[in-house]
């Protein structure tokens, strides 16, 4: 088959899978709704056939929303006015200044060549890497981006088939090691949109109660992760690890000693986090004060970020994540998260214990990743959810950290964007994929069921 006939193809299965879901979703009264799911399921199907580049989807979607009458250029523009976008741009920022100076993979290197002596031992120095690492770079899509990097060196070093247990396995350690304690730090790309729908409810952005809260559960994925990887691919792995050490230590012996550069963007980047976790003490909005001291990078004070470093921010990210928080705002116009909730309200009223309303909502986000994008969920739903939880005379923070967790579940690479750049490795194959996620899913949900019935009743 062409190229040509591929596109062609796969505009025709976008289109098609948006028709099924507008005719689903039909509602006689109110014509908008099927159109505003015809073309939000159409781009997030483009998203994933990748049927026009990133940014050209997400404007198109925008525009779409526009001429059709759904929205109004304010209403579908108002992303860019919220802390989200920018914040994502100085976590890009740093990251290509850590990958410039190249602090990431010497934090990410030590963390191996000093634990990772066998398989399950290098699964844990990856989420401890991934830990050190997440800490001074607030984006996983970027640390998603640094670890894939290292962990393909590896795959390649090592001459690992694609798609073999081997190759699975350490793409796989190196992607939980990424994302998975990306669950404990703000501003990361769901939770900070979700909390900031909510902050004039009375809940907080706190950088520390935010970390002490998901802590407990970030700590039993990490161990359920690490389970799961060691049973499904440590023994063939195993057999490439005096290999994968050696590739380790000779990258880190390359790099001789850490630069004087090294230092100044340890110091910047903690300085940024300091900003964004005291925002109590300065009494400026965290999210601006994050900012603004990675724009310090600029600088004379600094002098590491130039002018060629801004042509390294993946800007079609940007566009892609506004454009998700569009198909939230859109929607709450539109009414659908009151409807959405209106079907959650019942069942969370029978369940009557926070075990099981965490359970729910977990389960809701989980659902939701299969229409929406998380950024897309978390901006339509986050609302809802902390209504219904203060309705029910419940804290409204389980319910909403548990819908984060779920929102961070999936099948298919598809439906998250870190997940998206780890399939592109091509080490992974995807029935194995299916298989590790559809596990840490349900292990997901016990941990959820542990943390609501035991640690939440603690803090809460």
């Not at 929607?331 to 359970?359: D, F, N, T």
């Not at 939880?389 to 819908?403: N, Q, R």
Request: glycine residues 8%; proline residues 4%; contains cysteine.
């Amino acid at each position: 088959m062409t190229n040509a006939m591929q596109t062609i193809k796969k505009w025709a299965m976008a289109a098609a899978i948006g028709a099924t879901g507008a005719f689903i979703m039909h509602d006689p009264g109110n014509p908008k709704i099927a159109l505003y799911w015809f073309e939000t399921i159409f781009a997030i199907a483009g998203f994933a056939f990748e049927i026009m580049p990133l940014f050209a989807t997400a404007v198109l979607l925008l525009m779409a929303y526009i001429v059709t009458g759904i929205a109004t250029p304010d209403l579908a523009f108002v992303g860019w006015t919220t802390p989200i976008p920018w914040v994502c741009m100085c976590g890009m920022l740093i990251g290509v200044l850590m990958e410039k100076t190249r602090l990431s993979n010497r934090i990410a290197l030590l963390a191996i060549t000093r634990i990772g002596r066998t398989p399950l031992r290098l699964y844990i120095a990856m989420i401890v890497a991934g830990y050190a690492v997440g800490a001074i770079i607030p984006d996983v899509i970027t640390v998603t981006i640094l670890f894939m990097a290292i962990a393909s060196g590896m795959c390649s070093a090592m001459k690992l088939d694609k798609g073999s247990k081997a190759a699975t396995t350490l793409i796989m350690a190196a992607f939980f090691g990424a994302t998975v304690p990306a669950t404990n730090y703000l501003p990361n790309n769901v939770g900070i949109v979700g909390l900031l729908m909510v902050k004039d409810m009375g809940v907080p952005i706190q950088w520390l109660s935010f970390f002490i809260e998901n802590i407990a559960f970030a700590l039993l994925v990490g161990v359920a992760c690490v389970g799961i990887l060691h049973f499904f691919g440590s023994k063939e792995l195993g057999k490439y690890m005096d290999q994968c050490l050696e590739h380790a230590s000779e990258n880190l012996t390359a790099m001789g000693s850490i630069t004087r550069d090294e230092k100044k963007t340890l110091a910047l980047t903690t300085l940024a986090l300091a900003a964004f976790a005291t925002e109590t003490l300065h009494g400026i909005p965290g999210y601006y004060a994050f900012c603004a001291v990675v724009l310090l990078g600029f600088t004379p004070l600094f002098n590491l970020l130039k002018k060629e470093d801004v042509g390294q921010v993946q800007f079609s990210i940007l566009f892609f994540i506004v454009g998700c928080m569009a198909i939230g705002i859109v929607a709450g116009s539109l009414g659908i998260p009151a409807w959405m909730a209106g079907k959650i309200v019942p069942y969370l009223e029978s369940v009557q214990s926070l075990a099981g309303s965490s359970l729910l909502a977990y389960c809701t986000g989980i659902l939701a990743n299969f229409a929406l994008t998380p950024v897309a969920a978390a901006t339509s739903l986050s609302i809802p959810l902390a209504k219904i939880a203060t309705t029910l005379g419940m804290d409204i923070k389980p319910l909403l950290y548990s819908f984060f967790y779920g929102l961070d579940q999936f099948l298919f690479p598809y439906e998250l964007a870190a997940a998206l750049i780890m399939f592109a490795t091509g080490y992974v194959r995807m029935r194995y994929l299916m298989l590790i996620m559809a596990i840490r899913m349900l292990c997901g949900a016990v941990a959820v069921w542990i943390v609501a019935s035991t640690y939440w009743q603690w803090i809460f």
